[in-house]
């Protein structure tokens, strides 16, 4: 597995309420004030079951933020399976090992992001995925009054521990993928994970087969990793501009669609060898859409867009023009994707 990307997120815990009373001198009577989950101001509305799923959306979204940990992961894909050793600190990073030891490194200082192909000799290096995964999270709490719904759908047991299923989907006037989250219920951390698109086929899905919660993690190297004896790495380095105006400032050109599906904002810009290779995404917290402008790229030799397999199993939306490929990659229906291309400008 190339360039897996992991993905995390959060959610609180339970509202109590506490009624006394007294038959002496009682007060005035107050009205009681509502308490938050886990400190936060917030209350929410909704059926049981879509509270319940926002608590817990918000306490595994602090988990990310509190929770040290180790554990064992089986991530699964459309191009096989893959387990990870992971060790996690929040105020350090993370790293991922492959249980093969010829696989994949891949290391987050909460700067720096490396995933280390032994495989290929490569070596690609990004800012920090954590940072992004965070403001993907608050992306998706956002979506939650607008475009997607959360929704508790029962428990289960992970790696021994007690879990709440939540599963979040997009509304009726919005399309995307539908993730379905395993929250421990403790701690609030993410367990497994499993993402359908909209006929209901596993596009990827990982869960834990061991975990052990407030880990001692002082052993762990959380920086660069480095290559075994014999391996030549080659470099590829990636600026990630966490909005569309930063990468504007930064003097890259960004192209726009009146074509945006409902539900869809700007999120981040990924820049590539000096520019060679931009690409936009768009997100409505659980899907994303990606726009890719790679100069030189091998392409088909026609200007016809066509949907076509491309590498890590996935298909696009391509086409070339004036040496430039270009690439739609998005869970949508295809003609969804041919309105936002056709419209780019």
């Known amino acids: 597995m190339t360039n897996p990307m992991c993905r995390a997120i959060v959610v609180p815990g339970i509202l109590m309420f506490s009624v006394v009373t007294s ?26 079951e879509e509270r319940d799923a926002r608590r817990a959306l918000f306490h595994m979204m602090r988990a990310t933020k509190s929770i040290s940990y180790s554990a064992r992961e089986v991530v699964t894909f459309r191009g096989g399976t893959v387990e990870f050793d992971v060790w996690v600190d929040p105020k350090r990073g993370s790293r991922r090992e492959s249980a093969d030891k010829r696989g994949d490194i891949i290391v987050d200082d909460l700067k720096h992001w490396w995933v280390l192909s032994q495989r290929t000799g490569t070596l690609v290096e990004r800012n920090s ?7 993907r999270n608050r992306e ?44 421990d219920r403790e701690t609030g951390l993410q367990l497994k994970s499993e993402e359908r698109d909209g006929t209901g086929r596993v596009l990827r899905s990982s869960y834990f087969t061991s975990v052990q919660i407030n880990a001692d993690l002082k052993a762990i ?16 380095v990636s ?24 539900g869809y904002t700007p999120q981040y810009v990924e820049v590539t060898n000096g520019g060679k290779w931009v690409t936009q995404h768009w997100g409505n917290g659980t899907s ?10 091998r392409g088909p ?16 939306y391509v086409w070339s023009a004036d040496g430039v490929m270009h690439v739609v990659i998005a869970p949508l229906p295809d003609d969804a994707i041919q309105k936002f291309a056709a419209t780019l400008r």
């Open 23 to 48: 038959f002496a001198q009682t007060p005035p009577e107050r009205p009681a004030k509502p308490k938050f989950d886990g400190g936060e101001r917030r209350q929410f509305s909704g059926t049981p």
């Open 129 to 135: 995925m954590q940072s992004q995964n965070a403001d």
């Open 140 to 183: 998706l709490l956002v979506q939650l009054k607008d475009s997607l719904k959360a929704v508790k759908t029962g428990d289960d047991t992970i790696a021994g521990r007690a879990v709440d299923i939540v599963v979040v989907s997009p509304r009726l006037d919005a399309m995307g993928i539908i993730r379905k989250f395993w929250i």
């Open 221 to 236: 190297e959380f920086a660069e990793p480095k290559p075994p004896a014999g391996v030549m790495v080659k470099r590829d």
């Open 239 to 262: 600026i990630v501009h966490a909005s569309f105006a930063d990468a504007e400032k930064a003097g890259i050109s960004i192209r726009s669609s009146v074509n945006v599906p409902a």
């Open 288 to 297: 994303v859409l990606s726009y890719s402008r790679i100069k030189g790229g």
């Open 301 to 316: 030799a026609s200007s016809e867009p066509a949907f076509r397999q491309i590498p890590g199993g996935r298909r696009g």
